[in-house]
Antibody
Framework: EVQLVESGGGLVKPGGSLRLSCEAS????????MNWVRQAPGKGLEWVSF????????YYADSLKGRFTISRDNARNSLYLQMNSLRVEDTAVYYC?????????WGQGTLVTVSS | QAVVTQEPSLTVSPGGTVTLTCSSN?????????PFWFQQKPGQAPRTLIY???NTHSWTPARFSGSLVGGKAALTLSGAQPEDEAEYYC?????????FGGGTKLTVL
């Protein structure tokens, strides 16, 4: 069974940092490109970042302005998102996901709340 | 950053047909944007219905189809069912940078 389990969310003050993790199981993680997607409460989906299977290609949403860093460790079947200089508007559920012609894998999400 | 636009809401009668569209402020949507369509129901993670504009997955109900029409990506639902009531999002790729549309809330009524 394919599973993506996010962790690392929580309450953080504006300007603070968090590192999200996503542990994959049930599929050959190193073969799949991965994404982070977020969804603010009651709002739509927002794509955050992409990393290719071998980390050769990395892309970010323009709105993040260099505050977030995506990475992966294929030996640990894990995806990460380092989030710095957090703002109130970064409050959202963060999903790790992989989609394409042969995949449609989503985690259950982890909630990040940025508030003073 | 590019802006992707969808209808905020649409209503379809049970058994009816409806088309959702997805446009880009940078110009016409093409196969080079690799359009995806996702369905999200309340409290659930999204799931892919259509990839690369018109390709379906094994789990995509046959009543859903995707196309490129008039410079837009389109998702057509033929024979709407009550369980199709959901939020639908398109996703376009701009040289690797992905952008979701704002979503279309589809009501089956």
């Amino acid at each position: 069974e394919v599973q993506l389990v996010e962790s690392g969310g929580g309450l953080v003050k504006p300007g603070g940092s968090l590192r999200l993790s996503c542990e994959a199981s049930g599929f050959t993680f190193y073969n799949y490109n991965m994404n982070w997607v977020r969804q603010a409460p009651g709002k739509g989906l927002e794509w955050v970042s992409f990393i290719s299977s071998s980390s050769s290609y990395i892309y970010y949403a323009d709105s993040l302005k260099g505050r977030f860093t995506i990475s992966r460790d294929n030996a640990r079947n894990s995806l990460y998102l380092q989030m710095n200089s957090l703002r109130v508007e970064d409050t959202a559920v963060y999903y790790c996901a992989s989609w394409g012609s042969i995949s449609d894998f989503w985690g259950q999400g982890t909630l990040v709340t940025v508030s003073s | 950053q590019a802006v992707v636009t969808q209808e905020p809401s649409l209503t379809v009668s049970p058994g009816g047909t409806v088309t959702l569209t997805c446009s880009s402020n940078t110009g016409g949507v093409t196969s080079g944007h690799y359009p995806f369509w996702f369905q999200q129901k309340p409290g659930q993670a999204p799931r892919t219905l259509i990839y690369d504009a018109s390709n379906t997955h094994s789990w995509t109900p046959a009543r859903f189809s995707g196309s490129l029409v008039g410079g837009k990506a389109a998702l057509t639902l033929s024979g709407a069912q009550p369980e199709d009531e959901a939020e639908y999002y398109c996703l376009l790729s701009y040289s690797g940078v992905r952008v979701f549309g704002g979503g279309t809330k589809l009501t089956v009524l």
